[in-house]
């Protein structure tokens, strides 16, 4: 029989398992990493599906740049990279408006608001229909974020005491960068099972979340109150209609340009106004209607835009540093910041989460799901510490664009991200016999139905017919 609610309705897999047990059942011991429901994880696997493809080219994206950067032709990389499209401020309707921004700096302020609105979207998601709307199976992911952030500044903070201006950078290895994380697991063709890819894809929203708040915080210099008010105005219509479920791109793109150039003339770093966009679109559907909701249908729009276009075209402009060959390599990583930084990604993530996982599991006595050692635990935490994307946003951020420090600071990134990545596949790899194992179980439909046997049935017997 199909398990049931304490109605005596059989459960429907489809739905989210609201004691968040998975297969183990309410009386048993809780788990960490389960799967959950036949819905969360596909469309997990569709999200990091997609994230894979944005990976890749955020991968090709950022190689180039770095090939360019190095060549005797490293000159016109920095001139297409430095070059204004708008050369003066704008002005309109007595305000002066700081649109005269480098292509580079269009690609961090512009581009990366589609990436962020994604994550707001995703955030939306998460807390409303998500594994972070029940704080048992949020508690993992939340403690795993808080402490891959957490030891990675602390790390920084240890090397850069003292230093002239180092500590400014705290917050640049605590990012982790879910689509290159992804590109690296479809390089070497591990089949991670649904509990960790469900793990690795909330750990990295929640990581978003905290890593936007830092911005907003920590890296806003000026704050112009009246250009912040009015910023709030086209959020509010944004807002409105999409509530009303509204997705017309005539009536919201205009409003979200408009967004943003108020929130970006705040002072406010203007991806703030994607992820607070993100936030407005309603994620359930009205009246029980069929079909997607909003949050859904416009993620689907807009993420093949950010993994595809935003992401790698950002990577490119980002990662283009002159390293000057192997001595040169070495001078930038004698730089207390880019050590901090590799420190930080390498050890500060790998210490973090699966040291605050490990203090979960203890004050809890949960334990890992079946067939999982803690050994996947720090490979999904190494994994964690490919910090590309927003790391080098903060870094810009924190030092200035193109300064020798931001220099530093990529080569910390580039160095620390590929060693990580590096490391995690090595571990990852050695466990794949194991991961396909459990992929096999988790796709096995005896019945073809369309729902595999484990999350129709509760349990791991695909004999067990169905209701």
Known sequence: MSPTDPSGTPADPREPDPAGVG????????????????????????VLRAETTGGLLLIVGAAIAIIWANTSFAGSYESIRDFKPISEPVELLGFSLHLDLSLG??????????FFFVVGLELKREFVAGDLRDPRRAALPMAAAVGGMVAPALIFVAWNLGSNGGLAGWAIPTATDI??????LAVISTHLPSGLRTFLLTLAVVDDLLAITIIAVFY???????????????????????????????LLLPLALVAWVLVHESGVHATVAGVLLGFTVPVLRRDHAEGPGLAEHLEHLVRPISAGVAVPIFAF????????????????LKDPVALGIVSGLLIGKTVGITGSTWLLAKFTKAELDDELAWIDVIG??????IGFTVSLLIGELAFGSSSERDEHVKVGVLVGSLTAALLASVILRAR???????????????DLDGIPDVFQTGDHDPATPPA
Do not use: C
């Not at 048993?28 to 997990?44: C, D, K, V, W, Y």
């Not at 689509?179 to 690296?184: E, K, Y």
């Not at 112009?224 to 005539?250: H, M, W």
């Open 179 to 184: 689509a290159f994380a992804v590109a690296i």
């Open 23 to 46: 297969d183990h059942g309410p009386d048993a011991s809780p788990r960490l990493f389960s799967r959950g429901s036949f819905l969360e994880s596909s469309r997990i696997a569709e």
């Open 317 to 332: 402009f980002a990662a283009g540093v002159t390293v000057g060959g192997f001595s040169g390599l070495v001078d930038s």
């Open 105 to 114: 700096k269009w690609a961090a302020d512009g581009l990366l608001a589609i």
């Open 432 to 446: 794949n016999r194991v991961y396909r194992r459990i992929t096999v179980e988790e796709e096995r439909d005896s």
């Open 380 to 385: 999904m935490a190494m994994l964690a510490g």
């Open 220 to 250: 806003t210099e000026e704050l112009d109150l009246l250009f912040l008010g009015l910023g709030l105005v086209p959020i509010a219509i944004f807002a409105l209609l999409v509530q009303k479920r509204i997705s017309s791109g005539f």
